[in-house]
Structures are given as structure tokens and as C-alpha cells.
Nanobody, 115 residues
Framework: QVQLVESGGGLVQHGGSLRLSCVASGIIFSVNAMGWYRQAPGKQRRLIAD???????YYIDAVKGRFTISRDNAKNTVYLQMNSLKPEDTAIYYC?????????WGQGTQVTVSS
């Protein structure tokens, strides 16, 4: 059974930084690209960054240059370093494979950026 546990969210001021972590158990991490998704209030969850097992990365334009995704294959962990945070980054952040494995969604971690 795959489990994904996100952590590292919190309340931060505009311009601040946070580092999110996601520990994955099961086969999902060893065979898939992994991604960070976010769901803002009233909006659908969407992919914002992903990283292949070999380290190739992708970012949506809204976070490019501010967020950095990385992974530690030995620890089955994927990270999201978020700098220069903006109020519009406020959302619940989730990790999952790319494409996502729906039964694996975790609780997510709340990120709130105050203006």
C-alpha cells in the first residue's frame, strides 16, 4: 500500500520561504516521476512541479524561478523549496506520482502566505 506524508507547511509572510517534504512508501517512488500539487480555496488541485527519477524537472510558469523541487531516492523523499512566497501561493500542497495515483493522496500540508 502506498503512503504519502507531506510536511513543512505553515504561515509565512509575503517574501518568505518554506521547505516542504514528502515521504513516500511503496513502489510509487521507485518507478515514477514525483510531483508537487496544490489546491487553492475554490480551485481544482493542479500539478505545479515534478521531477523524474533521473532528476529532470518541470515547473509551471507561476512558480518558475521561485520554487525548486528535488528528491532523495535513498530516502524516498521529495522536497519543494519555496522562496519569495506570494499570497497567491496559499493552498494545500500535496505530493503524488506523475500522473497521480488517486488512492495515494495524503492529507497535504497547508501553506498560508500573508500579505
Amino acid at each position: 500500500q502506498v503512503q504519502l506524508v507531506e510536511s513543512g507547511g505553515g504561515l509565512v509572510q509575503h517574501g518568505g520561504s518554506l521547505r516542504l517534504s514528502c515521504v513516500a512508501s511503496g513502489i510509487i517512488f521507485s518507478v515514477n516521476a514525483m510531483g508537487w500539487y496544490r489546491q487553492a480555496p475554490g480551485k481544482q488541485r493542479r500539478l505545479i512541479a515534478d521531477i523524474t527519477r533521473g532528476g529532470e524537472t518541470y515547473y509551471i510558469d507561476a512558480v518558475k524561478g521561485r520554487f525548486t523541487i528535488s528528491r532523495d531516492n535513498a530516502k524516498n523523499t521529495v522536497y519543494l523549496q519555496m522562496n519569495s512566497l506570494k499570497p497567491e501561493d496559499t493552498a494545500i500542497y500535496y505530493c503524488n506520482s506523475v500522473p497521480p495515483n488517486p488512492p495515494s493522496w495524503g492529507q497535504g500540508t497547508q501553506v498560508t502566505v500573508s500579505s
